[in-house]
């Protein structure tokens, strides 16, 4: 009879051992790897989350433009902004005596609607330049394009709302740290930027505004109005915190506001305004704008003056009206320190707008360094800054340009 062979119970109890060891070690190794995948996972989450509330924030959306495309800055702090985006208003029935009657005030001083066209049979919106007429005083204002459109067109215009009679249209972005919310005010509307992701937390928003040095300009109140601290921001830098199970993701992003400043439309004038202005070498454009509700008897008084410098550039410039055309009456310049040193009495249309680069003639009192000219007026280096003294007229804008 042969003799039946098996395992000793030490050699089981080893097998068990061996498999326990195997077993937790697979566990293990398996723990890691889902740890691994988990934590990828939530890095893509957090990156695609933070991409896109910056995009929303600085682009907007399907509905609105975002704070790339302000053109007028109202407010800012350092868990909000506000701001300004142009209008969209649409006529597909087109109005029988030619006059667009727009359903907002366009902001005095700001330039005429972006107009266009898309005819009959076509798919395309064109660009067409448009008048506007009325508006003064609280009149009724309209567009006009100066030439008569044929029924089945459509036409669109894009423009600077007057958010002193429409202050619903003054975009606010603002962070609730309490709620952990980014909100977007607007036109009566309230939105709340969804995540997404209920395991994704917002912790922290930050507004920083720089000027085109990319210097922080201060909103405090420390050195400059608050009037003064707007027109000097040229971009925001927005920082962002979001906080998921395992990782924290830091979002930063650059926002240049390309309707602003001296890239853009310029700068409606105010009185007691300051506006950095290059020096006499550097400078290229120096011109006033969208000359709106023009009276007789009106006037604009600037001054340019430098930090650590006496001397002082200073122009009236006496305004009126003929019809509903800008003139300029009468130029006064004086240099250095109060001298009379330039005047002009032929009135001059200010349809077209007015260069403080070209002062009469010879060009030896105007701001720029002509070339080939002695000029009298210089101002070289940094801190050059003009000041608004008066400026009496619903709205002019002046257009800076290094």
Known sequence: MKSKKGLTLIEVMVAISIAA??????????????????????????????EDTMQRIMEGDYQFSGLRDAVELIDVQENSVTFVPMWTEVFETLPKDGKFHL?????????????????????????YPVTVKGGSGGSDQYVEFGFPLKAGAVV??????DTKF?????????????????????????????????SVKITSVEFLYLDGSNQVVDIGGKKLSKANA??????????????????????????NLRALGKGGQGVILAKDLEIP???????????????????EDQMIELKVTQFRSSQVWHLKLYLGAEGAIPVLRR????????????????????????????????????????????????????????????????????????
């Open 21 to 50: 060891i195997l077993t937790i070690g697979i566990e293990r190794l398996l723990e890691a790897a889902l740890s691994s995948w988990g934590i990828a996972l939530e890095e893509v989450s957090l990156s695609r989350l933070s």
């Open 103 to 127: 359903k907002k005030r366009i902001r005095p001083g700001a330039p005429p609607p972006i107009s266009e066209i898309k005819f009959k049979g076509s798919s395309d919106f064109l660009v």
């Open 156 to 161: 669109r215009f894009n423009y600077h709302p």
């Open 166 to 198: 429409h202050p619903e249209l003054a975009m606010r972005y603002e962070w609730d740290s309490k709620s952990g919310k980014i909100s977007r005010f607007y036109n009566k509307t309230v939105t709340d930027f969804s995540l997404r992701d209920e």
């Open 230 to 255: 707007l027109i000097r921001i040229s971009s925001v830098r927005i920082n962002l915190e979001l906080r998921g199970k395992q990782l924290t993701k830091r979002a930063i992003s650059l926002v």
């Open 277 to 295: 202005l290059p020096d006499s070498k550097q400078i290229r454009l120096l011109q006033l704008i969208n000359f709106t509700g023009v009276q």
């Open 331 to 402: 130029l006064e310049v004086f240099y250095p320190r109060g001298e009379l040193v330039f005047e002009g009495e032929d009135p001059v249309s200010l349809e077209s707008g007015f260069d403080l680069l070209s002062l009469g003639t010879g060009g030896y009192y105007d701001y720029d360094d002509d070339e080939g000219v002695s000029d009298k007026v210089k101002f070289e280096g940094t801190q050059v800054n003009l000041s608004v003294v008066r400026s009496d007229p619903e709205g002019v804008t002046l257009i800076v340009r290094p």
